[in-house]
Nanobody
């Protein structure tokens, strides 16, 4: 069992930056692929960024070049650095942990609100 707790959300002006953190409890954090999703009001949840256990990253086209993700396995933490924020980045951001061990293990955090507005 893995519990995920996000932090770092808030209100920021367009063009600003925020860094989200997601701390995982439980063992074997380094074996999980970690994802960041977001969900804006009235829209489906979308995948924003992924970092694999090996450190490979991928991003949605809408955030490429503006967002980065990293992980610190010693701290059981994954980060989402968001730069050049736009109003359309406004959403609840969720941390997700996935690993396949005979079956898919899939865990979610409670989400953190990011609002980009002047």
């Amino acid at each position: 069992q893995v519990q995920l707790v996000e932090s770092g959300g808030g209100l920021v002006q367009p063009g600003g930056s925020l860094r989200l953190s997601c701390v995982a409890s439980g063992s074997s954090f380094d074996l999980y692929t970690m994802n960041w999703y977001r969900q804006a009001p009235g829209k489906q949840r979308e995948l924003v960024a992924t970092i694999t256990s090996g450190g490979s990253t991928s991003f949605a086209d809408s955030v490429k070049g503006r967002f980065t993700t990293s992980r610190d396995n010693a701290k059981n933490t994954v980060y989402l650095q968001m730069n050049s924020l736009k109003p359309e980045d406004t959403a609840v951001y969720y941390c997700n942990a996935q690993r396949i061990v005979l079956r898919l293990l899939n865990y979610w955090g409670q989400g953190t609100q990011v609002t980009v507005s002047s």
